[in-house]
């Protein structure tokens, strides 16, 4: 709005001067945030976050006032409570099968989705993985984005059939392989040298790798972010025998991009070996409504050639919510959290500790999972544990799972012993809580009451 | 909230009797909503739209006020403003790789998305499709939901290879295929008689079957809405042959429900023959923005077998939409819709008759296209009719598409004659344009002038 | 925003061009709203007015980011709800008792102000009130902006002590010059030549006027807008008689503004006599919530002297909302909105004979009133009036009234003879009805359904 | 929303239950609100406060879905912004010019402004004035509040010409006595003993009542919060002498309740002496905008009374933004930002002592007053204060003030000398400067570093 030439019957000049140029500072920083595509220092205020998205809404052609659409797509929102919701953006991102191709009649919405990319990189930068080049949002959950990412190294290996996979027993993980139509080759975990953690069976990678036809393997896939005692798999080694294999290598990073120590693994992992993709959630690392994962890479192409396998145009109100969260919270904010987040993890560290000692539990040395814990339990008798699970729930704890060597599950023809615990090998039932990004220290305190309470009653139930 | 108990210092007891009784018809439309899910007759106000939505979401654990959460995913939104937006809806849908599952931790979000494909399926009936028997709204492109049921469909034909294709220059369209993994067989449109319409090649699409092994054909896929001249495909033809063959046929239905005259097709196809699925837009369809498909079958299990692809929790957004605008219209709103497009695009039609006249210009006939309309130039000179596209857009006309017989497009690796054109024949150039749902009799009108103007203008260039 | 300087990296330049172009039209709006300080022509969006809003509001200092608060008010808002439905404007309007002050620290609140009261003056000279030369809006009901009113006049005539008043039976009328005060002289209405309507009694004025002090006369008082079987008051005769008397002439115009009939009296009454203020409803003429007056006047130092009675700083919550309204509606808007209005008062009215003349009720003659009817009944039992009202309210029927000449009432220690019928005389009990600015076919039509329905009930009841 | 008929297809039983039980414990605040109508502990959540908005707003009659509308105010909201903002309340509150009587057309309007009432009457307790009986928000500016206690107690003393005024210089609070057509007597501070605060002239105002004839004095108006040097009135002292004389006593306490010192005085005031009504800002001690004021009293018929005096329906705006603001807060929340506040005021004190040694200036001892501080500049020229007045305010430091003994002023025919001082006397200019409730530790280092910065320039100047 130009202010220059309103009456003084309105304002007296002099007042107005003053305004106009307090105006400045937040002039500047939309400014800085369009040349600069970096994430501010510092969040924004709410009414300058909507203050620029409303301006690029205004740039998509359904929001021209006097625009007539003729065509078979014309972002026409019937509902106002709709159009509200999403600021009017109707046309989504993408094009022509090319999530990253700008639309010539969504100038707003293509700005907006290509600089949340541009802020997601600078983000994965800060975290630790400076060397990475590329990345996108993509409109679907980490497995089908996993999904797409399988199809489109398809081009890349037309003879590829099989997938090297780190056994971790997350049922989407797996099905992203299978829906793919691909068929993975399970290298089940182990616990090294009596280690309570399992970790990453690099000689039977190895082993696999030899008996196979190397056209015909797509890739390795590894996983970092798990349930304990699950570790983070060894990128680091499965990255050096990617290079070696000349094999692409992709990481479900699902929830791993808020913790600097996973990020560190996938920096060095590229350094000393080979990364191609890396694929993390929106909604567990940033903090808003599931439905979004973020595909990175450490070649432009490599990545831009997921982006060219998505048949349509995508939903951009993921990349909305991402850009929002991201401009509120600053690189300071984002930071902050996962520092915070580190902090609250060995918070419920101690406290489990003290409570494995009161209650004759052990809380499982996990050094490689820096997320999440499992508290075994020894002492409980056999139907104690879900018990225990389904009674933390309904005291309002969620998240926790309680996890005990059981019967054998099938998924899409594959038999999984002992599912749930990610090996074949067996031991007592244990709990597992997690400290992710968000968590507060009164999440911590009331879990840890609510067991004791639980865990005094079932000591009397014996 | 219960008003009975409050004290007669705030309110007289008899002016509170008479409000709390006018709350009834509300309590009662929202009752018959979760009984019958059925679309409601009428459309709601937003309030009462707004006010089912925050008591579903009040359902989910996130927003219990004594709930911690201790996992790895606890739908923690940090941004208000996105909070906002989702009315703190944060799980998603779906759940272990199935996107039709409930989620424990999140009652009202799942509640929304089964309600949301309940209220579909009615639509879908009152379309006309009344075989219909079950589903689902999936948040991705209709592309990527094409490719989704490609894919599903391999673990029930898994030497599936080839799909037959009926021609249509829809670059997503075709990716869909190539993206999932499989070869195209591309059959070429034909003018059937010097028709002006391109029809369905049913011949070669028997030629075809007759020299592929059957069990290595995955499927026919048909198209319904498209530009004209072409015609929507012969769904009722292609239906049988799938029949006859025991072959799944997949349509390509991506901005077909809005019209009856489809509906109808389809609902005639699977009677006499047969239809697996059918894909189509929201946002064409139903007035939201990009970002969702819906998968209909008439066989539940088939229906079901493709949410089950899905790999991982998808985005509520999409339901959270298509959910709001279907209670906001009630089913006489959005047949009213319906039949005000026809209307409209009659209205389109007699306006380019005239116009055709005019100008020695040729509306062209496609009886078999209920939706888009061509106006062929020949009297203009070569770059004419590309400079009249840009210019009626730069005038605020979109949508509009000017096609003319132009050099081969390489996609994927298939090569294609005359792109945009759906044939290998060549005509003259022509225009076309949608009367597509919500279109207004200003938007016609406004296009029309432009037109006009643009002509006379370009008669005087010659 | 400044696009200029935007990366192609975000989007292709060409793309960007087209899309700055399309928001001149905006531009445009908001400057000419700015300089020429007039009701639009036609309505804008809602997300135009939001944009002016958020960046008047952006002007308070409140709202700067840099700012710091030292004083006693610094508009701090607490609570985020409440933030957001004032667009963060907290300061209000007026200073040091000034109601058309401009604050320093309040730039964008003042601006709103004046703005309003811009486009108030606007309105009223649309409407038929070309003459008036000031307006503005007061934060308070009508009755206490009349109260104002009064106050200020004391300034200009200290020895004023008595209003003459024509009696209109509506309490706070009545209280705003007690409340003020003042002594008021009661003029009954009279019945004209056996008319059914009610009129104002001039030769009492006179006599009233010749009895009294002139010094000691503060105003007299008229109404336009009131309930059936009133008729608007003469208010050309009363302004000549308040010119050729030489006293202030006060008009309670409280619902007028909405009627040309009113409004061309009210310029008819200045031109040929005097009237010195106008006050009227912002919630019953502009469709807003109740709370806020409009004070208009023909000479601005008259008006002007009431907005600096205020004491105090005044709430900006009634100036955003009829800025927001004018702004929606525009000029044409609005005075749709008035000849809808009048449009259903006919529809009304012949609707109200037609079932007199079935039920052998009598609609009342009252050409003066051009928005409220009354309906007499002669045939009903005692107390079956009273019921009558009743009943139709608990049938969602709201606003008529049932008026039945009855006992006196004392408010403030004057005595009212049969208070409601605006006189002392009598007559059967009548039921009113308005057909005021917003209403619809739809309320007339199931209005006189239930009507109908009670009549035959009755009916049968004797 | 009644879920208990929800079929198993929307959700399992089970997972149901236990959401549903979750509601439980908003529903049991709702509960609480409603039956002891008493503020909160703890502050509700947003979608909690909204919840219970929309369902009161469900109550008016606007808002039934099937009332028709026959009257000449119906609460119509023609501008959906508008609407929204409002929650779609239109009725406002109160009735036939009482601000207190429920209005049946709107009962949630109602019960809002009632219980609004009654969470202030809580409020005003928890600061400490327990003896307080009644209290109501008046959706007006404080100065006009004033104005219409004065009018309301004119019908308890018809005589009443003379208000005796403890002087402040601030011109709405003078307004208020001569807009209401009272005769102030102006009593001027003193400064005792030589101390630097300037303090109720108690001697003259015995001298004063002497001389007048007593029912001739309407009441005696004395001030609390104000800007230092001038204290609070000595309140105890004052209600001492309004009792023995039988004069009301009206307190002006614009922004006292925020101060438990102040509300102690009160308290105390009336336990020995004579107060009848208290006025204050809503926006000055409970941080909403502009526009609302609170009468309180120790006798609920005298409270009324003023009610009563109100010619009108009010605005309900003011009372929902203290209700929405007051349940955010809860009452911890509000005594919380009371301590802040006294924390932060002597935070200030001491900054500005230090400041003061360092450029010799003199902080001035007010123990009277425990919001504002005056910082008094010997070593400054004379015209440099108004300078650096003015410089703070271009550096982004709102509220502070700069007052030097000048010229009289004249207020409606009353001169003021040395306008500002609150007093006769003359001395050097000082600087001004209030922890408010809200003032934050930022707002106070921000001040304190541009004032040195400001004060080394000016000694270079110099």
Same mark, same amino acid.
């Given at each position: 709005?130009?202010?220059?030439?309103?009456?003084?019957?309105?304002?007296?000049?002099?007042?107005?001067?003053?305004?106009?140029?307090?105006?400045?500072?937040?002039?500047?920083?939309?400014?800085?945030?369009?040349?600069?595509?970096?994430?501010?220092?510092?969040?924004?205020?709410?009414?300058?976050?909507?203050?620029?998205?409303?301006?690029?809404?205004?740039?998509?052609?359904?929001?021209?006032?006097?625009?007539?659409?003729?065509?078979?797509?014309?972002?026409?929102?019937?509902?106002?409570?709709?159009?509200?919701?999403?600021?009017?953006?109707?046309?989504?991102?993408?094009?022509?099968?090319?999530?990253?191709?700008?639309?010539?009649?969504?100038?707003?919405?293509?700005?907006?989705?290509?600089?949340?990319?541009?802020?997601?990189?600078?983000?994965?930068?800060?975290?630790?993985?400076?060397?990475?080049?590329?990345?996108?949002?993509?409109?679907?959950?980490?497995?089908?984005?996993?999904?797409?990412?399988?199809?489109?190294?398809?081009?890349?290996?037309?003879?590829?059939?099989?997938i090297l996979w780190s056994r971790i027993?997350?049922?989407?993980c797996?099905?992203?392989?299978?829906?793919?139509?691909?068929?993975?080759?399970?290298i089940?975990?182990?616990?090294?040298?009596?280690?309570?953690?399992?970790?990453t069976?690099l000689?039977?990678f190895?082993?696999?790798?030899?008996?196979?036809?190397?056209?015909?393997?797509?890739c390795i896939m590894s996983t970092t972010s798990c349930?304990?005692?699950?570790?983070c798999d060894d990128i680091i080694k499965l990255a050096?025998m990617a290079?070696?294999?000349?094999?692409?290598h992709i990481v479900n990073n699902?929830?791993g991009?808020?913790?600097?120590?996973?990020?560190?693994q996938l920096?060095?992992g590229?350094?000393?070996g080979?990364i191609?993709?890396i694929v993390?959630?929106?909604?567990?690392?940033?903090?808003?409504?599931?439905?979004?994962?973020?595909?990175?890479?450490?070649?432009?192409?490599?990545?831009?050639?997921?982006?060219?396998?998505?048949?349509?145009?995508?939903?951009?109100?993921?990349?909305?919510?991402?850009?929002?969260? @991201?401009?509120?919270? #600053?690189?300071?904010?984002? +930071?902050? =959290? &996962?520092? $915070?987040?580190?902090?609250?993890?060995?918070?419920? %560290?101690?406290?489990?500790?003290?409570?494995?000692?009161?209650?004759?539990?052990?809380? @499982?040395?996990?050094? #490689?999972?820096?997320?999440? +814990?499992? =508290? &075994?339990? $020894?002492?409980?008798?056999?139907?104690?544990?879900? %018990?225990?699970?389904?009674?933390?729930?309904?005291?309002?704890?969620?998240?926790?799972?309680?996890?005990?060597? #059981?019967?054998?599950?099938?998924?899409?023809?594959?038999?999984?012993?002992?599912?749930?615990?990610?090996?074949?090998?067996?031991?007592?039932?244990?709990?597992?809580?997690?400290?992710?990004?968000?968590?507060?220290?009164?999440?911590?305190?009331?879990?840890?009451?609510?067991?004791?309470?639980?865990?005094?009653?079932?000591?009397?139930?014996?």
């Amino acid at each position: 709005m130009d202010f220059t030439k309103i009456s003084d019957k309105l304002i007296p000049a002099n007042y107005l001067k003053l305004a106009v140029e307090s105006q400045r500072p937040k002039e500047i920083r939309i400014k800085e945030l369009l040349e600069k595509r970096k994430l501010p220092e510092d969040g924004w205020s709410d009414d300058l976050i909507e203050l620029v998205v409303q301006q690029l809404s205004a740039l998509d052609s359904n929001n021209f006032s006097h625009n007539v659409g003729l065509g078979e797509r014309e972002a026409r929102i019937v509902c106002d409570l709709v159009a509200k919701r999403h600021y009017s953006l109707g046309h989504g991102i993408g094009r022509s099968g090319d999530l990253l191709e700008a639309q010539p009649k969504a100038v707003g919405s293509s700005i907006l989705g290509q600089l949340t990319n541009a802020l997601l990189l600078d983000l994965i930068h800060c975290m630790g993985i400076q060397s990475c080049k590329s990345c996108f949002l993509v409109p679907m959950a980490t497995g089908m984005t996993l999904t797409l990412c399988f199809l489109s190294l398809r081009k890349l290996r037309p003879k590829g059939k099989y997938i090297l996979w780190s056994r971790i027993d997350q049922k989407s993980c797996f099905k992203s392989m299978t829906t793919a139509g691909f068929t993975p080759i399970v290298i089940n975990t182990q616990r090294k040298d009596n280690e309570d953690g399992l970790s990453t069976n690099l000689h039977e990678f190895e082993t696999r790798i030899g008996e196979l036809n190397n056209e015909e393997i797509l890739c390795i896939m590894s996983t970092t972010s798990c349930f304990a005692p699950r570790n983070c798999d060894d990128i680091i080694k499965l990255a050096e025998m990617a290079k070696h294999h000349n094999l692409p290598h992709i990481v479900n990073n699902a929830y791993g991009l808020q913790s600097t120590y996973i990020c560190h693994q996938l920096q060095q992992g590229q350094r000393t070996g080979r990364i191609d993709l890396i694929v993390q959630s929106t909604d567990k690392n940033l903090l808003v409504p599931v439905g979004g994962a973020i595909v990175a890479g450490f070649d432009e192409a490599m990545v831009h050639n997921v982006a060219k396998s998505y048949a349509g145009r995508a939903s951009a109100s993921q990349s909305l919510d991402v850009f929002m969260t @991201l401009l509120s919270l #600053g690189k300071h904010g984002y +930071l902050q =959290l &996962c520092k $915070d987040r580190k902090q609250h993890f060995n918070e419920l %560290k101690e406290n489990l500790e003290t409570l494995a000692k009161k209650y004759n539990c052990k809380l @499982l040395e996990t050094k #490689g999972n820096p997320i999440s +814990l499992a =508290l &075994c339990f $020894d002492g409980l008798s056999v139907d104690q544990p879900t %018990k225990l699970g389904s009674m933390l729930y309904t005291r309002g704890v969620s998240g926790t799972r309680v996890v005990a060597p #059981g019967p054998t599950k099938t998924i899409d023809g594959y038999e999984f012993k002992n599912w749930g615990t990610h090996e074949d090998l067996e031991r007592s039932p244990y709990l597992t809580a997690a400290a992710s990004i968000g968590i507060t220290s009164k999440d911590i305190n009331v879990f840890i009451k609510k067991l004791t309470e639980l865990l005094e009653t079932l000591k009397g139930d014996k």
